[in-house]
């Protein structure tokens, strides 16, 4: 039986996805979580064999958690499952290491198709992803990745600003010096070109890092 982690902020979904997608013969739901620092730390602690992954979660988005799950956890195969969706967040996550990505609009035997080929080692893309992927490697100038020239700090500085924390809290919350966020905030908005917090957290919105209800 292989055990699996479900990262996803919606209570229901998660829900959903344990009840009514997951064969119980199959799997075993070792965790689930909304949020996304506690998700990766949870994986690290318990090492699942397969995750389901949303994109936009608070602390931690789900592109960053990939990353560093490409280091830390290379055998662990994942599944973005998640509202949002460019060509350029399909590239990006791709690169950063996902196996498969389902679009929640999709209907639910979609996710259990991608499920049962990404946890056996395939890749699954839905349908409207597997359009979007197209597209993007069709015309490689279409991809909007720009967060790829930040640090992995700048990315995690630019999720807490957009969710609305000062700098003293965003220094509290990474344990770094109120100077040394004041630097990476300066860093980030140099290389973006954005120079309010209202602009920030625009940026953020498109790149799926946080959602609007966030």
């Known amino acids: 039986m292989k055990t699996i982690g479900i990262i996803e902020d919606q209570t229901a979904i998660r829900e959903m996805i344990s009840q009514a997608v997951l064969?119980?013969?199959?799997?075993?739901?070792i965790?689930?979580?909304?949020?996304?620092?506690?998700?990766?730390?949870?994986?690290?602690?318990?090492?699942?064999?397969?995750?389901i992954l949303d994109?936009?979660?608070?602390?931690?988005?789900?592109?960053?958690?990939?990353?560093?799950?490409?280091?830390e956890l290379p055998e662990t195969r994942v599944l973005i499952f998640s509202g949002y969706q460019s060509p350029g967040l399909v590239r990006e996550l791709l690169q950063a290491g996902a196996h498969g990505f389902v679009e929640k609009s999709a209907p639910l035997t979609e996710l259990r198709k991608g499920v049962e080929i990404v946890?056996?080692?395939?890749?699954?893309?839905g349908p409207e992803?597997?359009?979007?992927?197209?597209?993007?490697?069709?015309?490689?100038q279409t991809s909007d990745t720009g967060i790829s020239i930040l640090t992995k700090r700048e990315r995690e500085i630019l999720?807490?600003?957009?969710?609305?924390?000062?700098?003293?809290?965003?220094?509290?919350?990474?344990?770094?010096?109120?100077?040394?966020?004041e630097n990476h905030r300066?860093?980030?908005?140099?290389?973006?070109?954005l120079?309010?917090?209202?602009?920030?957290?625009r940026y953020a919105i498109n790149k799926g890092l946080i959602s609007i209800g966030d």
Do not use: W
């Open 195 to 201: 120079h309010d917090v209202a602009s920030l957290t």
């Open 119 to 125: 946890s056996s080692g395939g890749s699954y893309f």
């Open 23 to 29: 064969d119980p013969n199959e799997f075993e739901v």
């Open 55 to 71: 994109v936009m979660l608070p602390k931690l988005n789900g592109t960053d958690i990939l990353r560093r799950f490409s280091k």
């Open 159 to 181: 999720q807490l600003i957009a969710e609305s924390n000062s700098t003293r809290e965003i220094a509290q919350k990474l344990e770094i010096s109120v100077k040394t966020a």
């Open 186 to 193: 300066t860093n980030l908005m140099r290389k973006l070109d």
């Open 129 to 140: 992803v597997a359009l979007l992927l197209r597209d993007a490697m069709a015309d490689p």
């Open 31 to 51: 965790f689930g979580t909304g949020d996304g620092q506690e998700g990766y730390e949870k994986c690290i602690e318990m090492k699942p064999d397969f995750v």
